[in-house]
């Protein structure tokens, strides 16, 4: 089974693999919670619950929702970036794209007819001054060569050469294969490629536990469904207080802390069935767990990590809590955000005391690598992509979801807008959703 810590320190579990991959589905809106329409990345739910459309179709003047909702003033008030695909310019003031082929070619595609007009005529003669292999275009700005769908214009500006999609961030959901002039997209072992070609899906072989969401409150700990139907109490917690909570993949156990101004446990309880606990036990550790805000499993070692709020350090204990050592401590001020990638050693995690980061290193805290340290001022949550390496992370001050890979490259905004403020604890299970909540 597998689980990942989210929305007020919450998990889900699902039968496959671990080392789950997944993608967010971008805003808007932020989150799917109709009971049977999941939509894939880079498409947006409509508002009838029952239609997925691409989401570069968003705001470009022609309704593809059979409700509308992709074209209503809300949805095209928020802030939807639209990055059109190769070959293809942003019609003015809208969120619009049209293909090279459609500039100049006698018919008005954008409403304000900028892909027509007299730089048609006036621009034809520079246009064959370039000498392009495949294709010119004219805008009222110039000309320039373009290249047959697949392709990108050379170094020299005339020529074509292959254009590599898997290079793009979200070409596919796990393994992308670039190909001449094209790409495929391909999954890994336990998930299933979908019909789009684009999304894995995690495989649900009979006679296997549906995904559930763990969520742990202040009181209790609950059992839902993805999409949020189905609720039911797994555990009442007597003594309120900061709950972190993870799941032991191996050992298909929940494990969580309680920590309050006076104390703090750690406890592990079977839950196959996910209707309730079985053989709970309590883990004493060698170092106090009073004010542990965060905690992460390793699924290989079952060694557990902490993130202690006050004395501002990560440590680590072995599973039955005889061993404990602290991991990292130093120029740290306010950490908060931990994910664990076992299979590569790999520790990440967020601060923000005099220098707002997103930190790597090895498991035993050597090693420590900073991936990011610009364009942040409150990371607050972190989780991670195993199969493709991917850092994402969460900031409640400058309100936006980015990721970066494990070197700290290729940053891209995933969502950015007041929809991710109080985005402060999320996952990405193996379902290729990001589940978020309050």
Same mark, same amino acid.
């Given at each position: ?111 304000? @007819?900028? #892909?027509?007009? +007299? ?5 034809? *003669?520079?246009?064959?001054? !370039? %000498? ?84 742990? @409150?202040? #009181?209790?700990? +609950? ?5 949020? *139907?189905?609720?039911?109490? !797994? %555990? ?84 039955? @809590? ?117």
């Amino acid at each position: 089974m597998f689980c990942a810590e989210t929305c007020a320190h919450a998990c889900v579990c699902s039968v496959p693999s671990p080392h789950a991959a997944s993608f967010l589905s971008p805003s808007p809106p932020l989150c799917s919670r109709h009971p049977d329409i999941l939509c894939d990345v880079g498409e947006f739910h409509c508002h009838n619950h029952d239609t997925c459309v691409p989401e570069d179709w968003l705001c470009d003047g022609e309704p593809d929702c059979p409700d509308e909702s992709d074209e209503t003033d809300h949805v095209c008030a928020q802030e939807v970036v639209i990055r059109c695909p190769l070959n293809h310019i942003q019609c003015t003031g809208t969120k619009k794209c049209i293909h090279f082929n459609k500039l100049c070619n006698g018919a008005r595609d954008c409403e304000d @007819g900028y #892909d027509e007009g +007299v730089h048609c005529r006036e621009l034809l *003669s520079a246009c064959h001054e !370039l %000498r392009c292999r495949y294709g010119c275009v004219m805008t009222r700005n110039g000309t320039f060569c373009f290249c047959a769908d697949g392709f990108e214009v050379g170094e020299d500006g005339t020529s074509c050469r292959d254009h590599d999609e898997c290079a793009m961030y979200g070409a596919c959901s796990q393994t992308c294969t670039n190909t001449y002039g094209s790409y495929r997209c391909s999954c890994t072992e336990g998930y299933i490629l979908q019909p789009n070609r684009i999304s894995c899906k995690a495989k649900q072989d009979p006679g296997d536990s549906r995904p559930a969401l763990l969520i742990g @409150g202040s #009181d209790r700990i +609950v059992v839902t469904h993805l999409n949020g *139907s189905g609720l039911q109490p !797994l %555990r009442s917690l007597r003594v309120n207080g900061t709950l972190a909570l993870d799941f032991q993949h191996n050992q298909e156990s929940v494990c969580w802390v309680l920590s309050s101004e006076s104390s703090g446990q750690l406890r592990c309880a079977v839950t196959r069935s996910l209707r309730g606990f079985t053989r709970e036990q309590e883990i004493r550790t060698q170092q106090s767990l009073q004010h542990v805000e965060q905690m992460a499993i390793d699924w290989l070692t079952g060694n557990f990590y902490f993130v202690d709020r006050v004395t501002d350090k990560i440590s680590v204990c072995d599973r039955g @809590g005889d061993t404990c050592v602290t991991v990292l401590q130093l120029d740290l001020l306010n950490p908060k955000g931990i994910a664990l990638d076992p299979l590569m050693g790999m520790l990440f995690f967020t601060d923000y005391g005099n220098v707002a980061k997103v930190e790597r290193c090895n498991m035993d805290g050597t090693n420590r690598t900073r991936l990011v340290d610009y364009k942040i001022e409150q990371p607050t949550a972190v989780a991670l992509d195993v199969v493709k390496k991917l850092v994402y992370w969460a900031d409640a001050y400058l309100d936006y979801i980015d990721v970066v890979d494990y070197q700290g490259k290729n940053r891209h905004t995933i969502i950015h807008g007041s929809q991710v403020s109080a985005t402060l604890h999320w996952f990405l299970p193996s379902t290729d959703r990001l589940l978020c909540g309050e």
